[in-house]
C-alpha cells in the first residue's frame, strides 16, 4: 500500500475531521466573539454519505486513526447513528476512531459511543472553578462536563484524556489543582499551549509556555518523561502518584518535524496543517461530487497536494493575520 508522505518524508497516519462548526460553547481561546463568525449553512457541509466515502479513501491510503472534532461533535444531529456506520471501516482498515468532546452532550451517550466503536476520549476542561468555567466557556455546565469524566471511565474509556488550554492570568492558577484532579481520577491531563488565530483575540500576555507550566507543576511534584515515538505531546508519569501530565507545544517548541496529521474541516477543505491561510486548499464537497473523479483519481489528487506541505508552520506574528484559520470549522 502507498503511504501518504510528504516530500520531507513525513507519513502521515493520523485523520482529524470537523464534523461540525456549530458549538454549545462559546470558549475564549476558540470563538470569543460569535457574532464575527458566519457559521456554514447545512449544505456547506459535508454529508454523512460524504464523509464514509473520505474514510475510504483514507483508509485504502494508509491511515489509522481517525479522531472526530467540531465546533462540538456530538452537537450534530445523527452523529451517534454515523459512528455505527463508520464502525464498519473501523473493521476492514483497522481504524482507532477517537472524538474530542467539550463533554456536555456526553451523559446517557458514552454507552451508545462504546458500542458504536468509539475507542478513545479527549474532554476539553479548561477550569474546576465554576466561575472560572463559565468565564471561560460562556456556559454553566461544568458539574454536568464533570459527570461525563466519572461515565466515560465507568464504561471503559480509558486512558481518558482531559484537554487543558492555559492561559496566563485566566486559568494558571488552576495548573496544580488538575495534576490533583489527574492523580484522583487516574487519567491524562494534557497542557496546551494557547494557539494564535486571527479570531481569538490571542495576545503574548495571555500566553505561558510548556516549560513555564512543567516548572509550576514541579514545586509539589516530580515528573518522569516518558518517550514515544510520533506523540506530539511531551508525556509524564506524576512520580508515586497516579495518573500522567502531557505538555502539548505547537509554539514554543514546535513539532512539525514529526507531524502525521492531516485535517479535514466541516465545510471538506483539506487542511495541511492546523495553521494554514486558505491557500491551495483540496475542496471534498466539489471533488465528491464531481462524477469524473474516482476514489484512486481522489487519492492521487491528496498524495500530490502533499508534497505543498510546509516544513514548519509560520511564526506567530504571520498566524495571526491568517484570515482564513477560524478553530471552529477546523476543529484543532
Avoid at 457541509?45 to 466515502?53: A, D, K, M, W
Wanted: aromatic share 10%; net charge positive; hydrophobic share 35%.
Amino acid at each position: 500500500m502507498k503511504k501518504l508522505t510528504d516530500r520531507f518524508n513525513r507519513t502521515h497516519e493520523y485523520l482529524r475531521i470537523s464534523l461540525t462548526d456549530r458549538c454549545n460553547f462559546n470558549c475564549i481561546y476558540c470563538n470569543p466573539n460569535n457574532s464575527t463568525y458566519q457559521k456554514l449553512l447545512r449544505n456547506d457541509i459535508l454529508s454523512y454519505n460524504e464523509l464514509l466515502r473520505l474514510i475510504s479513501i483514507f483508509g485504502s491510503a494508509g491511515i489509522k486513526k481517525i479522531r472526530f472534532t467540531g465546533g462540538e461533535p456530538l452537537a450534530r444531529n445523527g452523529v451517534i447513528d454515523f459512528f455505527k456506520q463508520v464502525k464498519v471501516y473501523k473493521e476492514i482498515f483497522n481504524l482507532e476512531i477517537a472524538i474530542t468532546t467539550n463533554g456536555m452532550l456526553l451523559n446517557k451517550n458514552v454507552r451508545k459511543l462504546k458500542e458504536a466503536g468509539i475507542d478513545r476520549l479527549n474532554i476539553s476542561i479548561d477550569s474546576l472553578q465554576k466561575g472560572n468555567f463559565y468565564r471561560i466557556t460562556k456556559r454553566d455546565k461544568l458539574e454536568n462536563v464533570l459527570s461525563s469524566v466519572d461515565e466515560a471511565q465507568q464504561f471503559g474509556f480509558n486512558p481518558l484524556k482531559i484537554n487543558f488550554v492555559a492561559m496566563k492570568g485566566i486559568n494558571d492558577n488552576e495548573i496544580i489543582d488538575f495534576v490533583d484532579y489527574a492523580i484522583e481520577k487516574k487519567l491524562n491531563v494534557r497542557f496546551i499551549e494557547f494557539m494564535p488565530f486571527r479570531n481569538n483575540g490571542w495576545q503574548s500576555d495571555y500566553f505561558i509556555g510548556w516549560e513555564d507550566i512543567k516548572s509550576i507543576i514541579e514545586e509539589k511534584y516530580n515528573l518522569e518523561a516518558l518517550h514515544s515515538e510520533n506523540s506530539v505531546a511531551k508525556n509524564y508519569i506524576i512520580s508515586n502518584n497516579p495518573g500522567k501530565v502531557s505538555f502539548i507545544s505547537p509554539i514554543s517548541d514546535h513539532f512539525c518535524n514529526s507531524c502525521n496529521r492531516l485535517r479535514i474541516t466541516a465545510s471538506g477543505k483539506l487542511k495541511l496543517c492546523l495553521f494554514t491561510n486558505g491557500a491551495s486548499e483540496l475542496d471534498f464537497k466539489k471533488l465528491l461530487n464531481d462524477k469524473n473523479l474516482s476514489d484512486r483519481s481522489i487519492t492521487k489528487l491528496i498524495s500530490e497536494q502533499l508534497k505543498l506541505k510546509k516544513e514548519i508552520h509560520a511564526p506567530v506574528e504571520e498566524l495571526l493575520m491568517y484570515e482564513k484559520n477560524n478553530m471552529l470549522s477546523i476543529g484543532g
